[in-house]
């Protein structure tokens, strides 16, 4: 059994670590098994997949707001960022780790780092 899209839909708040940092997002996972993302400086889509009654994979394409000037921490301007989490929810918190991969606007990948994150269901 996984966990069912009407458990998981709706949005949820967090924050993720990396680097150092910690930025606070907001995620909407819908019931057809798609997500977007909003941040401060970004936003992005991507897709959630449920592995079994506790766990879930999702995958986004977070793209940073044309007045950011964004900069990865190895000096190189940053367009966009792929980020891979796998997460395990309890009751209404989730809780994940995985990876961020940063593309300059050629696409090229410049940066690469791992990520933690929680959530909480709000709505």
């Known amino acids: 059994m996984s966990i069912s899209a009407a458990r998981l ?5 967090g924050t993720v670590s990396h680097d150092g940092e910690v930025d606070d997002y907001a995620v909407v996972f819908e019931e057809n098994g798609s997500l977007s993302v909003v941040t401060k400086k970004s936003g992005g889509f991507g897709t959630w997949t449920a592995t079994d009654e506790n766990t879930l994979e999702f995958s986004f394409r977070e793209v940073f707001n044309p007045d950011v000037g964004q900069i990865s921490p190895n000096g190189h301007h940053a367009a966009y960022i792929q980020i891979d989490i796998t997460a395990e ?3 209404d918190t989730f809780t994940g780790a995985g990876k961020a991969v940063v593309h300059g ?5 410049i940066y690469a780092t ?3 994150t ?5 709505s």
């Open 89 to 91: 929810l309890t009751g």
């Open 114 to 116: 791992d990520a933690q």
């Open 118 to 122: 929680t959530a909480r269901l709000v």
């Open 105 to 109: 606007p050629d696409g090229v990948v």
């Open 9 to 13: 839909s709706g949005k949820w708040e």
